[in-house]
Structures are given as structure tokens and as C-alpha cells.
């Protein structure tokens, strides 16, 4: 069964139709109030300013181009993204906040009410930091002499468009298909790449030598394309056995093998979400001291910010100090969401629970530890080919192409997120699809 085929039965059942037309709704109004410019705005200077500022292509990467036209989407859902990881962070380090998190449905609502809350903050005072910056740019984006009600607007304004993503992307994952957040980001790639495509081709010359880069780059994004795919996919099986057991009474139930899947990289695409979030982290406080005095020690380090911590620094050094930086994070928050979402000690209380074991090693304790080093060891693979992808690769590829390394930076990064949330969203559809006929989405 091929594809048009599968997503044809898989459109025919209604309930399945109804969460894809909502999805799709929800996307497409996003897509149309990324286009919806906050007036007062300067377009050339913008693009003066996306132009030479690497860090600021990826942000406008997540937010769909919404950034670098300043839409009123345009900080995108980095805020929510940031109230979710010290959440996170807060469930590892506060006692508390972890036995709520444990307290099933009503502890998971109250994390989440607070990541809103938390969002809130967040998002206001990156807005006063990004209208702070682009009263001070060179040329100014926005006019230098607004009062506080024009500024104020200005950050409600953005707030008010982040906390609108916030709530798409949980009606997405409540009533639609797939992840709500992840898609929303995904659909932002799609949205901007024929403008991206067009734009960077046009500023090219008319030989067809020049076109070759992008050709070379081209066949560099398939196998990349294609490595993902099979990295995504990639799952290391772990041997369980059940033991023979006695149900209901007197029905002997037979012992049976099977396998517990874990998958190389189980963190997805979230550690390099993570960590792009974070790396933005110390420009946002920067700008807050772009207005201040000029003699000022605190003015002197927003401008070394600014003009070092970006992928493409002015000097080899701050290149290697940055790209360093981020593939550690990368590698960090790869172990620190699997660690998260995939629980060794609750996987085995739930084998020896169900009366499940691995061959050859002592329910409990045993188990769990033996899970641990297992994860470990898949884990670093899969922590490696994230660092590999989205920070070696895309300079690897500009030294070899020519192209400019900032393009490197948002087409390899583009890849990965495209592909991973693509093969995230046609599993969950698969499941859907089995679940209302014991068909797969594709087979």
C-alpha cells in the first residue's frame, strides 16, 4: 500500500478526518497571523539585521519566518519552550514539585497550569527585550522615541501571540493528530522554506556554475535526510520472558518472549529545541542593557554578547566557544529529557509487576540498573548524532559548499526537526488508524 493510498483510508473514517481538518486549521490560521506585521516596524531594517545576526535566523526558524517580518507571532513558542524546561528542571531538583508530578492527572494539570503561568512571565519580559533591541539597532527597526503605551501594546501584542500559540498547540495535542507544539514549530519550517528557497537562489548569478553549491547541498540534505530517518527509527530490543502464571483461578496462562524497544534517540528533536532556547538565553538579557549609559560595565558586556555568542563570531575562537557550547547542550538535554520520559525504575516495577523478566538478570534492582546502562550506552549514540547533525555537519558542509555557514546552520537544522516530527506525527497516526480498523497507516 503505498502512500496516497494509506492517508486515503486513513482520511475515510470520520473521527480520523475531523482531528486531521482541525489540525490543519489550527496551522493554518498560525501561518496567516505570521504574516500579520506589528505596525511601526521597519522592513529593511530587519532584514539589515537577519542578515548579519546567525542567532536570530534560528529563533525566526522556530517562530516561522513570524520574527523576522516582527508578526505578532513572532518570538513563536520559545517562551512556552523555556517555561517548560526549568518545569523540568524543577521536577529533578525540587522534591515537592516531583511528588506532584506523581500525583497522575490532577498533579500533571497543576505542572501544567504553572508552566502557563510561568509562560506568561517569560513572554513578557522577552518582549520588552526584543522591542528594547530593535529601538536600538542600526538602523532602528522601531522608532526610538516610543512612549510607554506604544510600547506597552508592543508587548502585550507579542505575549498575547505566544500565549495563542501556547493554547493551539494544546488544542492540537488534546483533539488532533500528533504533538501540538512540535507541529506548530514544524509547520512554521514548511511555511518559510519556499521563501527561503527563492530569496537565497535569487541572490545568486545567472551561470550555472553558481548553482552548484545548492545542487552539492541538495544531495548532501537526502542522505542527511535519510540517515535520520534511520536513526529515528533505530531501536535497540531488550529480551523479556514472562513467566508461566495462574489467572482466574484455575487458567494457566503459558510463558511467552518478547521484547522491550528502545528507541536510539527517545529524546526526538526536543534536546536541540532545548538547547537553541537556552543559547538564546544571555542575548535576551543583553538586550535589556542595550539603552543603558555607554561607560557602563554591564553596557560593555550586552555588546560582547551580542557581537561574540553568535555561531558566526568574528574570529575563530568565539566560532569554536559557541559551537562548543551548544553541542554540549545538545548532548546534555538528550540525556537529561530521556531521563525524563523513560523511567528505568518504573519499567522495572512494571516487569516484575506483570511477572516479566529479562534472561539472565534478578527482577528489581538488577533490572533497573541493567535498563540504566543499557539507555546509557544508546543514549550517547543518540546524542552524538544530534551534536554531529546540528552543529558539525552544517559547518562541515559550508567549508565544503561555500555556502554561507548561517544558511548551514537553519537548513540542517530544519532537516532534522522536519523529519523527526514527521515520523513522530505518522506513528501517532498509525496508532489511531490500528486502533479503529487493526490496520497500520502504511504496511
Given at each position: ?5 494509506a492517508?486515503y483510508n ?5 473521527e480520523?478526518?475531523?482531528k ?12 496567516l497571523?505570521a504574516?500579520?506585521t506589528?505596525?511601526g ?14 542567532l536570530?535566523g534560528?529563533?525566526d526558524l ?10 505578532i507571532?513572532?518570538m ?6 523555556n ?5 523540568q528542571?524543577?521536577t529533578?531538583v ?6 506532584i ?7 500533571r ?6 508552566s502557563?503561568y510561568?509562560?506568561?512571565a ?7 527585550g526584543l ?8 538602523p ?9 503605551f ?5 508587548i502585550i501584542?507579542l505575549t498575547?501571540?505566544?500565549v ?5 498547540g494544546e ?11 512540535s ?6 519550517i ?5 521563501r ?5 537562489l535569487?541572490?545568486q548569478?545567472?551561470a550555472?556554475q553558481d548553482?552548484?553549491?545548492f ?9 542527511v535526510?535519510a540517515?535520520?530517518i ?9 529480551p ?11 487458567r ?28 538564546f538565553f544571555?542575548?535576551i538579557?543583553?538586550n535589556?542593557?542595550a539603552?543603558a ?9 550586552s555588546?560582547?554578547?551580542?557581537t561574540?555568542f553568535?555561531p558566526?563570531?568574528p574570529n ?5 566557544a ?5 553541542f ?7 540525556y537529561?529529557?530521556t531521563s525524563?520520559t523513560?523511567?528505568?525504575d ?7 509487576r506483570y511477572?516479566?523478566f529479562?534472561?539472565g ?8 540498573d ?9 543514549t ?5 548524532f ?6 558539525v555537519l ?23 526537526i522536519?523529519v ?5 506525527t ?5 496508532t489511531?488508524?490500528?486502533?479503529r ?7
Amino acid at each position: 500500500m503505498n502512500f496516497l493510498e494509506a492517508l486515503y483510508n486513513a482520511v475515510r473514517l470520520p473521527e480520523l478526518r475531523n482531528k486531521l481538518l482541525f489540525t490543519g486549521f489550527l496551522l493554518i490560521v498560525f501561518r496567516l497571523f505570521a504574516n500579520v506585521t506589528i505596525p511601526g516596524a521597519s522592513a529593511a531594517a530587519l532584514q539589515a539585521l537577519f542578515g548579519k545576526t546567525a542567532l536570530l535566523g534560528l529563533l525566526d526558524l522556530f517562530s516561522g519566518g513570524g520574527l523576522s517580518t516582527f508578526s505578532i507571532v513572532a518570538m513563536g513558542l520559545n517562551p512556552y519552550i523555556n517555561a517548560t524546561i526549568i518545569m523540568q528542571l524543577m521536577t529533578v531538583v525540587s522534591t515537592r514539585i516531583e511528588e506532584i508530578s506523581k500525583e497522575g492527572e490532577l498533579g500533571r494539570r497543576r505542572i501544567t497550569r504553572w508552566s502557563r503561568y510561568l509562560t506568561v512571565a517569560l513572554a513578557g519580559l522577552q518582549a520588552y527585550g526584543l522591542t528594547v533591541l530593535f529601538q536600538h539597532t542600526n538602523p532602528t527597526i522601531l522608532p526610538a522615541d516610543l512612549d510607554w503605551f506604544q510600547r506597552s501594546t508592543i508587548i502585550i501584542t507579542l505575549t498575547s501571540g505566544t500565549v495563542m500559540l501556547m493554547w493551539f498547540g494544546e488544542l492540537i495535542t488534546e483533539h488532533g493528530i500528533g504533538n501540538g507544539i512540535s507541529l506548530i514549530i514544524f509547520a512554521g519550517i514548511i511555511g518559510r522554506a519556499p521563501r527561503t528557497i527563492i530569496t537565497t537562489l535569487q541572490g545568486q548569478g545567472g551561470a550555472i556554475q553558481d548553482y552548484f553549491p545548492f545542487l552539492l547541498f541538495a544531495v548532501v540534505a537526502l542522505v542527511v535526510t535519510a540517515g535520520i530517518i534511520e536513526v529515528q527509527q533505530a531501536v535497540r530490543k531488550v529480551p523479556i520472558q514472562s513467566a508461566q502464571r495462574i489467572a482466574g483461578g484455575s487458567r494457566t496462562v503459558a510463558s511467552r518472549s518478547s521484547f522491550l524497544p528502545i528507541r536510539v534517540n527517545t529524546a526526538g528533536v526536543i534536546p536541540i529545541i532545548f538547547a537553541i532556547s537556552v543559547m538564546f538565553f544571555p542575548t535576551i538579557i543583553a538586550n535589556y542593557f542595550a539603552a543603558a549609559p555607554q561607560t557602563t560595565w554591564y553596557y560593555k558586556v550586552s555588546q560582547w554578547i551580542q557581537t561574540y555568542f553568535q555561531p558566526t563570531g568574528p574570529n575563530l575562537y568565539a566560532d569554536i566557544a559557541y559551537n562548543g557550547i551548544y553541542f554540549l547542550l545538545v548532548f546534555f538535554f538528550t540525556y537529561f529529557y530521556t531521563s525524563v520520559t523513560f523511567k528505568v525504575d518504573e519499567v522495572a516495577d512494571n516487569l516484575k509487576r506483570y511477572s516479566s523478566f529479562i534472561p539472565g538478570i534478578r527482577p528489581g534492582r538488577p533490572t533497573a540498573d541493567y535498563l540504566n546502562a543499557v539507555l546509557n550506552r544508546i543514549t550517547f549514540a543518540g546524542a552524538i548524532f544530534l551534536g554531529m547533525i546540528t552543529v558539525v555537519l552544517p559547518i562541515a558542509t559550508s567549508r565544503i559548499t561555500g555556502i554561507n555557514q548561517q544558511q548551514m546552520y537553519l537548513g540542517g537544522t530544519a532537516i532534522l526537526i522536519v523529519v523527526g516530527v514527521a515520523l513522530d506525527t505518522m506513528k501517532q497516526l498509525e496508532t489511531q488508524l490500528i486502533m479503529r480498523q487493526y490496520r497500520g497507516f502504511i504496511r
